[in-house]
């Protein structure tokens, strides 16, 4: 039987090095991201908290009142994804939805007593993360920073790019 030769191998381009998925900032936000997303669920549970609605409290419980274009601004969630997650927790009881007095055309969102209530319970949730990830609260804050730094940049080159 003939034996089978195998291709030439070519040269290793240096640049594959970058291409193994152990060496993509990319996929180490989104593993790191499902699994803060895991590590939340069973602390968010009690409260009867999806992790999406605990953001828009987290953002209100910071300042109450405001408007989804806001919310939605802050949270980098369109108004397609972020409808249906208010109508949810306004059905819940946790906030309300109004009309702006002002402006017809704008709906601010405010915390109900139930929403705003939740505030006392949620308290422990960053010391539970702070113990999970066993980092100090100095090294979590400046991680945080840092994360924050590099969306802002990777925003404005998406912008730039556009």
């Given at each position: 039987m003939p034996t089978r030769?195998?291709?030439?191998?070519?040269?290793a381009d240096p640049r594959d090095h970058w291409l193994k998925l152990d060496h993509q900032l990319c996929?180490?936000?989104y593993s790191s991201s499902?699994?803060?997303t895991?590590?939340?669920k069973p602390l968010l549970a009690p409260l009867g908290l999806t992790y999406p609605q605990y953001l828009v409290?987290?953002?209100l419980w910071e300042q109450?009142?405001?408007?989804?274009?806001a919310l939605g601004e802050r949270l980098s969630l369109d108004s397609g994804t972020l409808t249906p997650l208010l109508k949810r927790m306004e059905q819940s009881g946790l906030l309300q939805r109004l009309r702006d007095a002002n402006d017809e055309r704008r709906v601010l969102i405010t915390l109900t007593h139930d929403?705003?209530?939740l505030k006392k319970a949620a308290r422990k949730i960053p010391e539970s993360l702070a113990c999970a990830s066993a980092c100090g609260l100095d090294e979590l804050q400046a991680l945080t920073q840092?994360?924050?730094?590099?969306r802002d940049q990777l925003q404005r080159s998406v912008q730039a790019a556009a």
């Open positions: 030769k195998s291709p030439p191998q070519a040269a996929f180490a936000l499902l699994a803060m895991k590590l939340y409290l987290l953002v109450d009142g405001q408007p989804v274009s929403g705003r209530a840092r994360l924050h730094a590099l």
